[in-house]
């Protein structure tokens, strides 16, 4: 083949300035660099059902506690503490709230309290005082732990590639970093020097933090200095931990990947990225790190799938990124519980040792728990408007209080127990005659002939329980003896 000068002189800067490009490249770059090859296997993976992780309330619960905590926080910056419902009424979308803002109140009667208001008896809310006690304990840990919240929010912006987020991203990952919700509406009070304000373009604000190489150390190098086998360097391979769910079976070519993904350099997230090739399974490491790092940064070490959506250019991470959840199945499990796609990571969950316990995590659980105890008033309220049902009393005997004071007419529970009346072929009954309020009237215990002076259908199996809607019946003389227990564990002695 023959060349003419000009071609030749074209071909001599080619080589040449290819040649010194790879010298560079020599000098300045890591060895993986140039050695960096895409060996994944593409097999689709059958996702996996885990009743474990489905069934961690912290995480599965997290949509109804913010809107929750929004609400309360309506409440405690209201200046007489209560709101009246038409104050939040049309704000649902705002709050989070996943249906009406009443009803979604009423829900949780053990942290709303309604009442009727001064004007037109309208719905009024107030909080209980267990959530006014949570209330102030979640503001004491904002209060004493802001160095290590405000920390985490350095973190989540020191991986960003150009070390800074536009305010309203890191608004939507608030909530995640246990950050309270108000907490950008004074920036300057909230946040501490190393912080600064920053023009994004488009009329968008950022804030950016001086970078600091003390905290740059991910979770995976910090537990591998604990374990005494980190290898410092540009090239130093650090395996995941992985958790196989049960019954999960990688098949053997994605296995045999898997093993060989583990033996490559692992690319801090802290770390500068934009030398490695997209294409590469180090890319993909450094992809797989980076969400391991941000999840790790979060409350409850989890997030729903598309909140993460928003921080992708920022962190430099490919289109697809989120396959990567899917590719490895023995760090991260998608849970499809609640009608969303909700991303957790496992290790959180398994070794307690190898996550920090974020500060505002137990009071979240404490929220929960009390939460939870609605169901029990609502199931009281429940029986109580079916106990109303059976008769119209309030008409002939007045008010409810009035009515409950001529009238023995509530709940009664009935305990049988052979062998408290040494006879274990026998039942014995026991029972409580509570008012609406629960408090009880009057009990009694004693053979199973007494139930027929109650007029109730009694099961006669030993050790079981029953409940009798309405009793009208003279209330027995003292002294009315020790009872079994009270259907809550707990000894009544009358």
Not at 133 to 155: A, C
Not at 205 to 227: C, E, Y
Not at 406 to 431: K, M, W
């Amino acid at each position: 083949m023959f060349f003419n000068r000009t071609h030749l002189m074209k071909l001599k800067k080619l080589l040449f300035s290819s040649q010194r490009s790879l010298l560079l490249l020599n000098q300045e770059q890591p060895t993986y660099n140039y050695t960096q090859k895409c060996n994944y296997v593409d097999v689709k993976m059958k996702w996996k059902k885990d009743a474990f992780y489905d069934s961690i309330e912290i995480i599965h619960k997290s949509p109804e506690l913010k809107a929750l905590i929004s609400l309360k926080n309506c409440i405690v910056n209201a200046s007489d503490d209560c709101i009246p419902i038409d104050a939040v009424s049309k704000r649902g979308r705002e709050l989070g709230v996943p249906m009406k803002v009443a009803r979604f109140m009423r829900q949780y009667p053990s942290v709303f309290e309604e009442f009727a208001g001064p004007k037109y008896n309208l719905p009024w809310f107030r909080l209980t005082q267990e959530a006014i006690n949570l209330d102030k304990e979640e503001r004491g840990v904002y209060s004493d732990q802001n160095f290590e919240l405000i920390l985490r929010l350095k973190k989540l912006i020191l991986m960003t590639k150009q070390k800074k987020l536009p305010l309203r991203i890191i608004e939507g990952m608030l909530w995640y970093l246990g950050l309270p919700e108000d907490f950008l509406q004074n920036p300057g009070a909230n946040l501490d020097k190393s912080f600064k304000l920053v023009e994004m373009g488009d009329g968008l604000q950022g804030l950016t933090v001086n970078p600091d190489r003390s905290i740059m150390l991910s979770v995976m190098q910090k537990n591998a200095l604990k374990r005494g086998n980190y290898i410092e360097g540009p090239s130093a391979p650090l395996a995941f931990p992985l958790f196989p769910s049960k019954g999960l079976r990688l098949k053997r070519k994605i296995s045999n990947w898997l093993d060989e993904f583990q033996k490559l350099p692992y690319v801090s997230p802290y770390e500068d990225s934009s030398h490695l090739n997209p294409c590469s399974d180090v890319s993909e490491k450094r992809v797989v790190g980076v969400l391991h790092e941000l999840l790790s940064l979060f409350v409850d070490q989890s997030a729903e799938r598309k909140k993460l959506l928003c921080l992708r250019t920022h962190l430099g991470l490919p289109q697809k990124f989120y396959k990567a959840f899917d590719r490895h199945p023995h760090m991260f499990y998608l849970s499809l519980k609640s009608k969303t796609c909700t991303v957790i990571l496992k290790e959180a969950y398994n070794d307690d040792s190898a996550m920090e316990t974020h500060p505002i995590l137990e009071v979240r659980k404490k929220y929960i728990k009390l939460m939870n105890e609605s169901k029990i008033i609502l199931k009281d309220r429940r029986q109580k408007k079916r106990f109303d049902g059976l008769g119209d009393y309030n008409s002939e005997v007045g008010t409810d209080s009035e009515a409950e004071d001529r009238c023995a007419v509530g709940e009664i529970t009935l305990y049988f127990d052979g062998s408290a009346f040494g006879n274990p072929g026998a039942a014995g009954i026991g029972g409580i005659f509570r008012r609406r309020d629960g408090t009880v009237i009057w009990a009694f215990s004693g053979p199973i002939g007494i139930a027929s002076s109650t007029k109730a259908e009694i099961m006669t199996a030993p050790k079981k329980c029953c409940r009798i809607s309405v009793l009208q019946t003279p209330i027995l003389n003292p002294p009315y003896p020790t009872l079994f227990c009270d259907g809550r564990g707990d000894n009544l002695v009358l």
